[in-house]
Structures are given as structure tokens and as C-alpha cells.
């Protein structure tokens, strides 16, 4: 039996498949690499509310680091403020499945207990 061309075969079924896995890790690399960054700045902001001129300052920072004003909402009651960001990330390798861009949602809250400024998660919308 002549099993030449065998590996050729295997070789040829697994390159597709190796190059879409390496497409997805990069895809969601990406997306977790930016929520990351964006819940950073969205704390930031929020300490930045409290240390320094209230909701100036927030809206300051979440500006200087490229958010618009379309792309967020700031709600302050009974002592804390709620930031919600809606940021939409280019996708690198989705347009290959058709998935053009990313919607990633952040809501974080920010409260003042015990002289300490408190950052949790926000309820979801």
C-alpha cells in the first residue's frame, strides 16, 4: 500500500483551520486588550471626579482619551457617580465571517465609603 501523499492531505485540511483559530485568538486579544484599556480610563475618570472638580474633570479625561460625547452617559445620585461607555472596535479578522466591528459596553460606578473612593461594576443595561 503506497501511503505517499497522506501527510499532504492532512497538511492541506489543517492550515484553514490552524489560520482561522490564529484569526479568532487575535480577534479576541484585541477585544479583551480594549475593554481592558477602556475600564482603565473609565476608573481613571471616575477618581478623577472625585479628587479633583466633579463632573468636569470626568468628562475631561474620558475626552482627552479619545471617548466622545455621543459615546458615553454620566448619572450622579446620592453620592455616586455612574459611568456607561458604549465603544465600537474595528474587528481585524471578523470581516472574514462577516462581523465588521465589535460593540464593547462598559458600566462602572464610583462611591466615596470611609474616606476611600469604591469602583465597582455598574448594573447592565
Not at 501523499?5 to 490564529?22: E, M, R, Y
Not at 479568532?24 to 472638580?53: C, M, N, R
Not at 455612574?82 to 474587528?91: F, I, K, L, N
Not at 469602583?119 to 447592565?124: D, L, P
Amino acid at each position: 500500500m503506497n501511503k505517499k501523499g497522506q501527510t499532504l492531505i492532512l497538511f492541506v485540511i489543517l492550515i484553514p483551520i490552524l489560520v482561522i483559530l490564529t484569526a479568532v485568538v487575535v480577534d479576541v486579544g484585541s477585544l479583551e486588550f480594549t475593554y481592558q484599556k477602556l475600564k482603565g480610563i473609565v476608573d481613571e475618570s471616575i477618581k478623577e471626579y472625585y479628587l479633583k472638580d466633579g463632573k468636569t474633570s470626568l468628562e475631561n479625561t474620558l475626552e482627552y482619551n479619545d471617548l466622545s460625547k455621543e459615546s458615553y452617559e454620566i448619572t450622579e445620585a446620592n453620592n455616586e457617580v455612574s459611568v456607561y461607555v458604549t465603544y465600537e472596535m474595528d474587528s481585524i479578522f471578523g470581516k472574514l465571517i462577516n462581523i465588521s466591528s465589535y460593540e464593547i459596553k462598559i458600566n462602572r460606578k464610583g462611591k466615596i465609603q470611609e474616606n476611600q473612593i469604591i469602583i465597582e461594576e455598574g448594573e447592565q443595561k
